[in-house]
């Protein structure tokens, strides 16, 4: 079965400094990889998405993620926190296993930037 | 990009009534949406695919004459909550896809007393 997991449930990093969430995946095939974003009651927001070609994937807001095949992982960075990055962030892998196109969700982890 | 409108943005409704939610893609044409529900501090959990014209697809253990859903245009679509009770309070989102990437509506706050 296809899954996404994110290992962290939390992330505290001091404004300035360089950030990652983790997140890896299982899927059968090659994968369509995404990260989101989502402020307190508010929709997702999409940041970025890979689905071929350069393992560097850039993103709004200054965030980038990159695509390890071999460790079967797309982690989110940032060079340089900020305090307004503070939300919950969702890794998601698109169901190809199904036509619909849904999308599979980690169960997200929380970004504190502290000042 | 592409915007998905969802209405109302948070309601509460008393157990037992039943609460219409809609999803609207504003400036394109939506034949597929999607449904999820979110608990607190929780992932999104994939309820339904709406279908304009057809019925509806449910994920295994979703109730589908509890939560009925409508895809009557390709711009709407509907979740009604039937006979409410409050642990169907929730966050539900839809969103519809596009080219690569799906577009999120905002999301509406359910809340039953």
């Known amino acids: 079965a296809q899954s996404v997991a994110q290992p962290e449930d939390q992330v505290n990093v001091a404004e300035g400094n360089p950030l990652t969430v983790k997140c890896t995946y299982s899927v059968s095939g090659n994968p369509y990889l995404f990260w989101y974003v989502q402020y307190p009651n508010r929709g997702l927001q999409f940041l970025l998405k890979?689905?071929?070609?350069?393992?560097l994937v850039k993103g709004s807001y200054g965030f980038e993620a990159e695509f390890n095949k071999s460790q079967t992982s797309f982690h989110l960075k940032k060079p340089s926190a900020l305090v307004s990055d503070s939300a919950l962030y969702f890794c998601a892998v698109r169901d190809i296993e199904r036509s619909q196109g849904n999308l599979i969700f980690g169960k997200g982890t929380k970004l504190s930037v502290k000042p | 990009g592409a915007v998905v409108s969802q209405h109302p943005s948070w309601v509460i409704c008393k157990s037992g009534t039943s609460v219409k939610i809609e999803c609207r893609s504003l400036?394109?044409?939506?034949?597929?949406m999607f449904w999820y529900r979110q608990f607190p501090k929780q992932s999104l959990m994939l309820m339904a695919t709406s279908n304009e014209g057809s019925k509806a697809t449910y994920e295994q253990g979703v109730e589908k004459d509890k939560f009925l859903i409508n895809h009557a245009s390709l711009t709407l679509s509907t979740l009604t909550v039937t006979s409410a009770h409050p642990e169907d309070s929730s966050f539900y989102i839809c969103?519809?896809?596009?080219?690569?990437?799906?577009?999120f509506g905002p999301g509406t706050r359910l809340t039953v007393t």
């Open positions: 969103s519809a896809p596009g080219l690569s990437e799906q577009y």
């Open positions: 890979y689905i071929t070609g350069d393992n």
């Open positions: 400036d394109f044409q939506a034949t597929t």
